[in-house]
């Protein structure tokens, strides 16, 4: 399990966030992508990306 929480340059869809959160915590990506999807319709699951989006730093090159 990685111990930094950093936004990859490969491998994401939009921003990272996803996968940045799937690397930290050794779940799949497929699951907390999901899970945003799920938290968009039924709650503030946009807020909560853009938010963590503006928070994880970018990997460096």
């Not at 930094?4 to 907390?32: M, T, Y």
């Not at 319709?41 to 909560?48: P, T």
């Amino acid at each position: 399990m990685s111990t930094a929480l950093e936004r990859p340059r490969n491998g994401k869809i939009i921003a990272g966030v996803c996968a940045a959160l799937s690397a930290r915590f050794g779940i799949p990506k497929f699951l907390v992508r999901l899970g945003f999807v799920i938290f968009g319709v039924v709650g503030i699951g946009e807020l909560v990306y853009v938010a963590l989006w503006i928070m994880i730093p970018k990997a460096p090159a």
